[in-house]
């Protein structure tokens, strides 16, 4: 019953390929974790706008990954060049705020695309519809967060509790 933030990611998996088939959650401890996660596997399957409907055919075939997340905190630095030396890829997560536009990147993310700090800013940038490079620009605001993932090993099947970082061994062992 304890508030947290926390994002449900649905994969499709073939073989040992897996592909996005929807991810949407909340990023602030607004509700309790059991709502937010019953929410967010919903809306995750029938309204992540890039996707359309999870179909019941395909639920044997989805692995779902829970990732319960610790509050945001903002990154302080002096100059928006110390960003990139205040953020570890494998165990933060990241939120770029400009005006009304805001991104949020789980920490798995770069793992899963082997970024950089760098890289993982100007992502986050972009995913808030924001040009990469506007973390460096005065009034960006970043936010980091971490959490433990909590994910189905195959489809309907046992469930393993993760760190970013775990997931990052288990990639580079294949």
Same mark, same amino acid.
């Given at each position: /019953?304890e =508030?947290c933030g926390?994002?449900? %990611?649905? $994969?499709s998996?073939?073989?040992?390929?897996?592909e996005?088939?929807?991810?949407?959650?909340?990023?602030?401890?607004?509700?309790?974790?059991? =709502?937010? %996660?019953?929410?967010a596997?919903?809306?995750?399957?029938?309204?992540d706008?890039?996707?359309?409907? &999870?179909?019941?055919?395909?639920? #044997?075939?989805?692995?779902?990954?829970?990732?319960v997340?610790t509050?945001?905190e903002?990154?302080?630095?002096?100059?928006p060049?110390d960003y990139p030396s205040?953020?570890?890829v494998?165990? #933060?997560g990241l939120i &770029?705020?400009?005006?009304? $536009?805001?991104?949020l990147?789980?920490?798995? &993310?770069?793992?899963?695309?082997n970024? $950089?700090?760098?890289?993982?800013?100007c992502q986050?940038?972009l995913?808030?519809?924001?040009?990469?490079?506007?973390?460096?620009?005065?009034? %960006?605001k970043?936010?980091?967060f971490?959490?433990v993932?909590?994910?189905?090993l195959t489809? $309907?099947?046992k469930?393993?509790v993760? %760190?970013?970082?775990d997931? /990052?061994?288990? #990639?580079e062992?294949?």
């Open positions: /019953m =508030r926390v994002f449900v %990611t649905l $994969n998996v073939e073989g040992k390929r897996k996005l088939r929807g991810c949407i959650g909340f990023p602030y401890p607004t509700h309790p974790l059991v =709502r937010a %996660t019953i929410e596997a919903i809306e995750s399957a029938t309204r706008p890039r996707f359309c409907r &999870v179909s019941l055919k395909e639920l #044997d075939h989805i692995v779902f990954e829970v990732s997340l509050p945001p903002p990154i302080k630095v002096e100059s060049q205040k953020i570890k494998g165990e #933060d &770029v705020e400009r005006g009304y $536009n805001k991104g990147l789980l920490p798995q &993310v770069p793992v899963e695309w970024w $950089n700090e760098e890289d993982f800013l986050c940038c995913k808030a519809g924001l040009s990469p490079d506007s973390w460096l620009l005065k009034g %960006t970043i936010y980091k971490g959490c993932i909590a994910e189905e489809p $309907n099947g469930i393993a993760l %760190t970013p970082k997931l /990052m061994k288990a #990639d062992l294949g």
